[in-house]
Each structure stands twice: as C-alpha cells, then as structure tokens.
C-alpha cells in the first residue's frame, strides 16, 4: 500500500497569511493527487485533483504542485472560511490511501 | 442538483452485521464509480471501498471479507454491507462519487466530487 504522510500535523496561522502543506507519497504516483478540505462536522470537500488542477468553485487562492512523490498545497490569502484540516489523497492505486490530515488553526 | 444521501446507520453490537445505503439524485451510479469512505471520531478519512461502473469492486484490507459494496441500478442506490463488525469499525460513514476524468496529456485521473453528508455507525456493547 501507498503510504502517504502530511506535514505540518497542525499549522497556526492569521487571514491574510500565505500558507504551504506539504505531502510526502512513500513511492511515486506521478500527478494522481487530490486535496480535500473538511470543515468540522461536514462532509469533504474537493479542491484539487491531478495535483494541479483547481476544480470547479473553488477559489484561485488554492493551488497545488508537485509530482512523483512530493506535493503541495498552497493557500495564498487564508480566509476566514479557510481555517479546516486538509487531506491529501492519492488515486494512482487502491486503497486510494489519504493522508493523515493537517489542521489549519486562527493564529 | 447532484446529491448523495446515506441512510441506514445505528448502534450494533460487535460480531453483527448492518447495510447502510446511499442514495443518488441528478446522476446515475451504475455510469459512475463510487466509493465509501469512513472516519473514526476524532481520526482521519479512511478509503473503504470502491465500485468501478463495470461493476468490479475493491476494499480497504481492514474490511476485505467482511464489507461488500454493492449498487441497485433500479433505486439508482449504492450500499455496503458490513458483517462481523467490530468496535474499530465505529465511524461516520461517506460515501462519494470517483469522478473520472481524461486529462489533455491522456492520463485518466480519479477523485471523489460529490459527497454525502455521511451515517454514523457505532459498534459496541
């Protein structure tokens, strides 16, 4: 199985902020990364998939890179609607294995 | 409106089984791979399973011989049957659309658009 490891764990930060979680693939999945956020009590939501690509509604403030084992996810004007835990996710094989998650705090 | 809706979870002892479904307005699961995917409290997002609209499945190791998924082209419905079931499979259980998409450079890419707004499935004594 594809392991695949977030970091930060938890990142305090203030609106206005830029903001960068990293996520680590234990072996290559070439772009087959996704990120989600989750708003406490809600269901998931989509906000990048192909590890670059905005999917549709979601503000260009997200953004993602990466490749091969070494991914991104940047926030570059945190909003207060922003403050979430994200999970990267990848779909190169089964289990489509997430990651751990990263909590996104108000500073 | 694409929408998904479970239904079905509850409170079950260890060792008992329990299906909880998923309903599909605004498209139609048997054209669409699904998946169900679950979260312990206080804990992460789990991959339970999945179902390609061909009709293979796949599972998580820690449910393999004990879940099954499963879909009803007549209710438009997705299910997962879940047998044996223990205190460790206590979580919120999603289930979510695998969208798949053709990118320009030819690669087929999957991920989960559409979401239900989950069940609670709770095994204890």
């Known amino acids: 199985d594809i392991q695949m490891t977030q970091s930060p764990s938890s990142l305090s930060a203030s609106v206005g902020d830029r903001v960068t979680i990293t996520c680590r693939a234990s072996q290559s999945i070439n772009t087959y990364l996704n990120w989600y956020q989750q708003q406490p009590g809600k269901a998931p939501k989509l906000l990048i998939y192909?590890?670059?690509s905005l999917q549709s509604g979601v503000p260009p403030r997200f953004s993602g890179s990466g490749s091969g084992t070494d991914f991104t996810l940047t926030i570059s004007s945190l909003q207060p609607g922003d403050f979430a835990t994200y999970y990267c996710?990848?779909?190169?094989?089964?289990?489509?294995?997430f990651g751990q998650g990263t909590k996104l705090e108000i500073k | 409106e694409v929408q998904l809706v479970e239904s079905g979870g509850g409170l079950i002892q260890p060792g008992g089984s329990l299906r909880i479904s998923c309903a599909a307005s605004?498209?139609?699961?048997?054209?669409?791979?699904m998946s169900w995917v679950r979260q312990a409290p206080g804990k992460g997002l789990e991959w339970v399973s999945v179902?390609?609209?061909?009709?293979?499945?796949d599972y998580a190791d820690s449910v393999k011989g004990r879940f099954t998924i499963s879909r009803d082209n007549s209710k438009n419905s997705l299910y997962l049957q879940m047998s044996s079931l223990r205190v460790e499979d206590t979580a919120v259980y999603y289930c979510?659309?695998?969208?798949?998409?053709?990118?320009?450079?030819?690669?087929?890419?999957?991920?989960?658009?559409?979401w239900g707004k989950g069940t609670t499935v709770t095994v204890s004594s």
């Open positions: 605004g498209f139609t699961v048997s054209n669409n791979h």
């Open positions: 979510a659309r695998v969208w798949q998409h053709l990118d320009t450079s030819l690669y087929y890419y999957y991920y989960m658009d559409v």
């Open positions: 192909g590890a670059s």
């Open positions: 996710q990848q779909s190169y094989s089964t289990p489509y294995t």
């Open positions: 179902i390609y609209s061909g009709g293979s499945t």
